[in-house]
């Protein structure tokens, strides 16, 4: 059976998408002559390249048209940006093909054990082992194949969690008020157990364990440096936006052109119908999560990308339900099949949801490339590491088990699906089969608690004085995995550690469940 056509699309569609912010320069501010003591700095940076005009400080690259030098900068630009986004797309593949080479070798022998969580370690296992034993550089050579694919899947992560929130409408019930009351409880006390058990543990070890002040101010630098950081005040730059005007005039293009010509086939009733929909709400997600991406900051801290994404993406399965004679429930159900490939004349194709939920298996296997660029961190706070990820593993299974039963939801279904809330989505799909919790419900969880994080960690840690950036990262990332994590990137000294956490947490936890002996204790005290 062949791939899917909105399966086939993808690649290349994220290449292009994120590529004009990701690999181009970002757009420069207005021309303003740079302080005198900083024009050695600037003039050998990568965003300057003009030779110096006398009488004039080196400036930002494509600031000064009127120079014979910039000329050919916008062919330059575009050459690099096309160079990008086509090995970006290349590693990508890398990963699919790796993610999916492994789901099959454990389908046929039927290991139970999360493939794309295998493939994760594998990777980071090869690369440490090739950096220990191979100092040609060979570990970096085979980072550099899978890099661009790695930065290019974190980049577009977030949309992977929407197929979660699109389907709740098909969603089982979740009982009545007072049920949702219960389940909205254990969420946020979940949540905030999560995040202040982790920080305030973090923070214990580091008060057993705190050294002279001089070896502080050596590790505080070389975190500096691990984020790009020098010690010296830094030339504030405008914020970039999340993704470029092009990327976004394009998949707003795209997705109106394949609305007008999925509604066209669905009244006609044509047989191409059904995969011109799935294409259609494929490129609408892609583009309502851009559109929502690039909001001011100060609405994204109250309406997130996610939440924007979801709305318009009900809006569009709506509009083309009406123009097509079928009703919400029956498109909304083509978003989401359950698979990418069916039998043939089983009447079906790969919706939308099904192309971005089966990309969160290369996202975890491009976890390692994360975990690789940050292993001096992690030996540099390897106490504080391991007492983060044993605390919010643990206590994210047991501990949340527990709270389920104590607030007496009714629903075992949910009490179930409760249980990898702090996970990030495609191992907790993983999670909840091997506790057989319902897969899609638990996902929806998952990313109901990361939107919280998301919105509040920040707001809870400062109210609760953890201003140590190893603490919070490592909090956010236990307790709201990839969103949380996200969410965390404007502060730098603790995002690293926010990304540390939730991709061990996610590991450990998997293992965890596999665990004959905590499997058996988290069902016995989440169901009674």
């Known amino acids: 059976m062949k791939p899917s056509l909105p399966f086939l699309l993808l690649p290349p569609l994220l290449a292009a998408g994120p590529g004009a912010a990701f690999f181009a320069p970002p ?16 003039a050998s940076s990568s965003c300057c390249r003009l ?62 054990f999360p493939s794309s969580l295998a493939g994760c370690g594998g990777l980071l296992a090869v690369l440490l082992g090739l950096d220990a034993l191979a100092p040609s550089g060979l570990a970096e050579r085979v980072r550099s194949a899978v890099g661009p694919g790695a930065a290019l899947l974190a980049r577009w992560l977030p949309v992977f969690f929407v197929p979660g929130l699109v389907a709740l409408p098909l969603a089982p019930s979740m009982g009545g008020a007072a049920e949702l009351g219960r389940l909205v409880a254990v969420l946020m006390g979940g949540f905030l157990f999560t995040l202040l058990t982790t920080s305030w543990s973090v923070m214990a070890v580091q008060g057993a364990a705190a050294g002279s002040g001089d070896e502080e101010k050596e590790n505080e630098n070389e975190k500096g440096a691990e984020n790009g950081t020098d010690g010296e005040s830094q030339v504030p730059l405008p914020p970039k936006k999340a993704f470029s005007d092009s990327t976004s005039r394009g998949l707003a293009s795209a997705a109106g052109a394949a609305g007008v010509l999925a509604a066209a086939a669905g009244r006609a009733g044509a047989g191409i119908a059904a995969p011109l929909s799935s294409i259609f709400l494929l490129l609408t997600t892609l583009s309502t999560f851009v559109q929502g991406a690039r909001m001011p900051k100060a609405v994204t801290r109250l309406v997130h990308p996610l939440v924007t994404c979801t709305s318009l993406t009900w809006l569009a399965v709506r509009a083309l339900a009406s123009l097509t004679g079928q009703t919400f429930g029956t498109v909304l159900r083509s978003y989401r099949t359950g698979s990418l490939r069916h039998p043939p004349g089983a009447g079906m194709v790969a919706g939308a949801g099904d192309v971005l939920l089966f990309m969160l298996g290369p996202a975890v296997v491009a976890l390692a490339v994360s975990m690789y660029d940050r292993r001096r961190l992690v030996r540099e706070n390897l106490s504080e590491v391991a007492t983060a990820v044993g605390v919010s593993s643990l206590g994210g299974l047991l501990g949340t088990a527990l709270m389920v039963r104590l607030a007496g939801i009714a629903s075992p279904v949910l009490r179930l699906c409760l249980l990898s809330r702090n996970i990030t989505s495609p191992l907790a799909m993983a999670i909840a089969g091997l506790l057989g919790a319902d897969a899609s419900l638990a996902v929806s969880m998952v990313v109901v608690t990361g939107l919280v994080g998301a919105n509040f960690g920040a707001a809870i840690l400062d109210a609760v004085g953890v201003d140590d950036p190893v603490a ?29 956490a939730m991709a061990l947490t996610g590991a450990l936890t998997t293992v965890l469940a596999t665990v004959p002996v905590v499997k058996r204790a988290v069902l016995t005290i989440a169901l009674g």
């Open 27 to 42: 757009a420069p501010p207005p021309a303003v002559p740079s302080p005198g003591g900083l024009c050695g700095r600037l």
């Open 51 to 112: 030779q110096p005009v006398p009488g004039c400080r080196p400036v930002r690259s494509g600031l000064s048209s009127a120079l014979p030098a910039s000329a050919s900068a916008p062919s330059s630009r575009s050459s690099a940006y096309s160079k990008g986004a086509a090995k970006a797309a290349a590693s990508t593949v890398l990963l699919v093909a790796l993610d999916v080479l492994l789901k099959r070798i454990f389908a046929a022998r039927s290991v139970a």
């Open 472 to 500: 919070r990262g490592l909090g956010i990332g236990a307790a709201a995995h990839g969103l949380g994590t996200a969410a965390f990137a404007d502060e730098e000294d603790a995002f690293p550690f926010a990304a540390i």
